[in-house]
């Protein structure tokens, strides 16, 4: 099994940056990808980013694409989530995510961490 647990969420003003960190163990963590979702109060848990085992391959979504960047250390068993120009649509609860193909599964991905909240000022 693969356990995950994020940090790094926090209040930030609009414009500003964050970067949150997924720290991850389990046997077979390295040959999954990881990834990241949000979801914000009333709305549905939605895909952000993704990288590929070998961090060669990422993936983002519209919404976020130029803003944040998504990498990992597969020594430290760790992925991070730079994000920069931070707006208020931004804030959500932000949960780490691991599955053989994060597109695939989207929101039935097979291993989440406990989610760490992000918070954008006006």
């Known amino acids: 099994q693969v356990q995950l647990v994020e940090s790094g969420g926090g209040l930030v003003q609009a414009g500003g940056s964050l970067r949150l960190s997924c720290a991850a163990s389990?046997?077979?963590?390295?040959?999954?990808?990881m990834g990241w979702f949000r979801q914000a109060p009333g709305k549905d848990r939605e895909f952000v980013a993704a990288i590929s085992w070998t961090g060669s391959t990422t993936y983002y979504a519209d919404s976020v694409e130029g803003r944040f960047t998504i990498s990992r250390d597969n020594a430290k068993n760790t992925v991070y989530l730079q994000m920069n120009s931070l707006k208020p649509e931004d804030a959500a609860v932000y949960y780490c995510a691991s599955d053989r193909n994060i597109y695939v599964a989207g929101r039935e991905c097979t291993y989440w961490g406990q989610g760490t909240q992000v918070t954008v000022s006006s």
């Open positions: 389990g046997r077979t963590f390295s040959r999954y990808e």
